[in-house]
């Protein structure tokens, strides 16, 4: 199994990014994906989150209406398109994929709002 993230790279306050992440190994369709992120010194958090089932997404406080989360089955990929980016939310974001006890991570991608 394989999540693979790409899209980080270094933004200005108030631009966007768009973040991918490419599953392989796992049938796609039966796993709930998620994105989280770490800070230097701080612990990895939950940012949003895309049901398998529904669809349904969540999204921590600070990104609501900032971010979108979405997926696309037919690819195998989950995908993150951040807007308005403020620098706390630099960060090493991280694709995580879960369905039961199963669960797998990507090996994360950078992402780092500064002027």
């Known amino acids: 199994v394989q999540l693979v993230e790409s899209g980080g790279g270094l933004v200005q306050p108030g631009g966007s990014l768009s973040l991918s992440c490419v599953a392989s190994g796992l049938t796609f369709s039966r796993y709930d994906m998620s994105w989280y992120r770490q800070a230097p010194g701080k612990e990895r958090e939950s940012v949003a989150r895309i049901s398998s089932a529904t669809g349904r997404t969540n999204y921590r406080d600070s990104v609501k209406g900032r971010f979108t989360i979405s997926r696309d089955t037919a690819v195998n990929t989950v995908y993150l398109q951040m807007n308005s980016l403020k620098p706390e939310d630099t960060a090493v974001y991280y694709c995580?994929?879960?369905?039961?006890?199963?669960?797998?991570w990507g090996q994360g991608t950078q992402v780092t709002v500064s002027s």
């Open positions: 995580n994929g879960r369905s039961g006890f199963s669960e797998y």
